[in-house]
């Protein structure tokens, strides 16, 4: 059984910035961060693979957000960038021990989430 723990969340200002975090009890492959706004489906931001060689980008975010992760410590980062207030969601990070890719259903494990909330 793999428990994951987000932090970094917090409140920001339109244009800020802000990293999150994802620290991992046990080994994983794939690696990723959905996000869930109050009345709407949870949705994919970001993933990543076991080796960090190859990333995927929700069209959204592209271009301000940046993962990575570090192996030897079992976590996973989110570092984001220029915000916007409809980044304002619940992020989750999730793990797969096989494939991950942009499905909820690709991941094995999900942490608790962390709010993100960003004002004008």
């Known amino acids: 059984q793999v428990q994951l723990v987000e932090s970094g969340g917090g409140l920001v200002q339109a244009g800020g910035s802000l990293r999150l975090s994802c620290a991992a009890s046990?080994?994983?492959?794939?690696m990723g961060w959905f996000r869930q706004a109050p009345g709407k489906e949870r949705e994919f931001v970001v993933a990543?693979?076991?080796?960090?060689?190859?990333?995927y980008y929700a069209d959204s975010v592209k271009g301000r957000f940046t993962i990575s992760r570090d192996n030897a410590k079992n976590t996973v980062y989110l570092q984001m960038n220029s915000l916007k207030p409809e980044d304002t969601a619940v992020y989750y990070c999730?793990?797969?021990?096989?494939?991950?890719?942009?499905?909820?259903?690709?991941?094995?494990?999900w942490g608790q989430g962390t709010q993100v909330t960003v004002s004008l």
């Open positions: 999730a793990a797969a021990l096989k494939y991950g890719g942009s499905g909820l259903l690709g991941y094995d494990y």
């Open positions: 990543i693979s076991g080796s960090a060689g190859s990333t």
């Open positions: 046990g080994r994983t492959f794939a």
